[in-house]
Nanobody, 122 residues
Framework: QVQLVESGGGSVQPGGSLRLSCAVS????????IGWFRQAPGRDREGVSC????????RYADSVKGRFTISRDDVENTVYLQMNDLRPEDTAVYYC???????????????WGQGTQVTVSS
């Protein structure tokens, strides 16, 4: 059974940092690309970042480029999203998902985690 569990969310002030974790089970992580998505209140879910299974290449939404870093540990079966210089507009529920393509689109996702809340506020 494919399972993804996010953790690491919380409340921070603008300019702060958080590291999200996506622990996976029920499948071999190295066989899957993993994407991070987020959904803010009243807005559609959007793709944030992705790391490819094939060569470990990464992709970022323009809004987070230079501030967020995605990485994976295939031994620990965990994907991380390091978020620096957080802004109020980063406030959202963050989800990880297995994806068949790093297109940063909902339609590319196959299995989802339950989400973790990130709040950036002074």
């Amino acid at each position: 059974q494919v399972q993804l569990v996010e953790s690491g969310g919380g409340s921070v002030q603008p300019g702060g940092s958080l590291r999200l974790s996506c622990a996976v089970s029920g499948f071999i992580l190295e066989l899957y690309s993993i994407g991070w998505f987020r959904q803010a209140p009243g807005r559609d879910r959007e793709g944030v970042s992705c790391i490819s299974r094939s060569d470990g290449s990464t992709r970022y939404a323009d809004s987070v480029k230079g501030r967020f870093t995605i990485s994976r540990d295939d031994v620990e079966n965990t994907v991380y999203l390091q978020m620096n210089d957080l802004r109020p507009e980063d406030t959202a529920v963050y989800y990880c998902a297995t994806v068949w393509s790093c297109a940063l689109q909902d339609s590319a996702a196959m299995s989802w985690g339950q989400g973790t809340q990130v709040t950036v506020s002074s």
